[in-house]
Nanobody, 123 residues
Framework: QVQLVESGGGLVQPGGSLRLSCAASGFTLNGYAIGWFRQAPGKEREGVSCINTSGGSIRYADSVKGRFTVSRDNAKNTVNLQMNSLKLEDTAVYYC????????????????WGQGTQVTVSS
């Protein structure tokens, strides 16, 4: 079965860290560009990061630049999103998606989406 599954979400205090993982089954992630997105309650979904197939081209939203880092782990067939210095406004459901190519934060040729993982930043 082809699917993407996010994990690693949870409750963290402001200034804390979380590491999200996007794991694939049924296909190989390193052949796809991977986008991370988030959607907060009452807000539209926004792009957080996008990494192209080679991993050499990575884009971040201005709101997370310098705090979030995306990386590929080809051995585990995952893409990880390390989130540091978390802020209250980072609270959202985070999704990963696999596609053909990143155009900035826009993921072209979207093929697969995960179900999302909740990140809550609260004191």
């Amino acid at each position: 079965q082809v699917q993407l599954v996010e994990s690693g979400g949870g409750l963290v205090q402001p200034g804390g860290s979380l590491r999200l993982s996007c794991a694939a089954s049924g296909f190989t992630l390193n052949g796809y560009a991977i986008g991370w997105f988030r959607q907060a309650p009452g807000k539209e979904r926004e792009g957080v990061s996008c990494i192209n197939t080679s991993g050499g081209s990575i884009r971040y939203a201005d709101s997370v630049k310098g705090r979030f880092t995306v990386s590929r782990d080809n051995a585990k067939n995952t893409v990880n999103l390390q989130m540091n210095s978390l802020k209250l406004e980072d609270t959202a459901v985070y999704y990963c998606a696999a596609g053909l190519r990143c155009f900035g934060l826009v993921l072209g040729g979207q093929s697969y989406w995960g179900q999302g993982t909740q990140v809550t930043v609260s004191s």
